[in-house]
């Protein structure tokens, strides 16, 4: 009988060993060489001492963005009880995401586990929040972007391509088109509070519906982040002070909603493997570092920013 191989690993270190494979898999496993473009590497410290017993090695390789370069490897065919080994192998400091390799295939690779610090072309997509509104610095985004280029002038970008307004649907319609130019290899969606809104004359709604309106818009942001090779990284919701939200601009926005949101937007990240960074946490119960129950005031802005740079 023919064994199953659905998955292709991209390896670029200790995996390609066959002594490594024989450790974890029981046996050498069906490989060819493979190419990565648009990254390149650096040394990462291990500590595990199961996976230095297994390598044999103490320093393993991160996988780094970097324009025009190329990390030469193979991809592994394996097995679904083989990938699961895989994963419990490597050690917290990488995730599995999907990538692109030069050859057009899909593949799975382990990369840092946080999405932002091997970035170096980040595109911002969102509303009013990632857009910075009510903060004269810009916001969170306008923070993370003076720090990641002040690390690489040469290299790093920073596109914010937010919206006031916008929704998950409005992102996902309008992004694609603008990435090309930009050449980014991480796309920061900022899922606000806007998809949980209701209109205050009818404030109950379906949760149903907005968990499948979040799986459609995301899959398609997912599907364009990858054609060009980027990693999907997904932000959001803020908490809001639903004391100041019962009618704002014809609309009510709840706590309840925005938890809704907050749950589909980690349960679909989950299942598909995608980063999703929870800043739900960073202002909850501080009304007052929200200027009006949704936005943050300048101050919020900076708690935010810390946030998502903590790591």
Known sequence: MTVSRPHALFSFGTLMDERVQTALFGQPVPSSPAALSG???????????EVIAASGL?????????????????VLRLTDEELAAADAYEVDDY?????????????????????????????????SIAYGRCDPQGGWAA???ARHIAANELDHRVFNLAVPGSTLADVAQQT?????????DTLVVAAGVNDSAVPASAPHAESGDLEAQVAAHLAALSAAAREHNARLVVLGPLWLDESRTADYEGL?????????LRAALRAWCAEHHVDH?????????????????????????????????AG
């Open 143 to 145: 923070r993370l972007a």
């Open 95 to 127: 995730v599995r995401r999907r990538v692109l390799l030069s050859s057009g295939e899909a593949a799975w690779a382990y990369l840092d586990a946080d999405p932002l610090r091997p970035a170096a072309r980040i595109v911002i997509a969102g509303d």
């Open 252 to 260: 009510r926005f709840t706590e309840s909603r925005a938890l809704t």
């Open 58 to 74: 103490d320093v393993h390789l991160a996988l780094e963005c970097r324009l025009g370069s190329v990390v030469e490897g193979a």
């Open 277 to 309: 960074i929870d800043v739900w946490d960073a202002l909850h119960g501080r009304p007052d570092l929200l200027t009006d129950g949704i936005h943050p005031t300048p101050e919020g802005h900076e708690t935010l920013y810390r946030h998502l740079t």
């Open 176 to 184: 694609p088109a603008l990435l090309s130019a930009r050449r980014p």
């Open 39 to 49: 990254y390149t590497t650096r040394p990462l410290k291990i500590t595990d001492p």
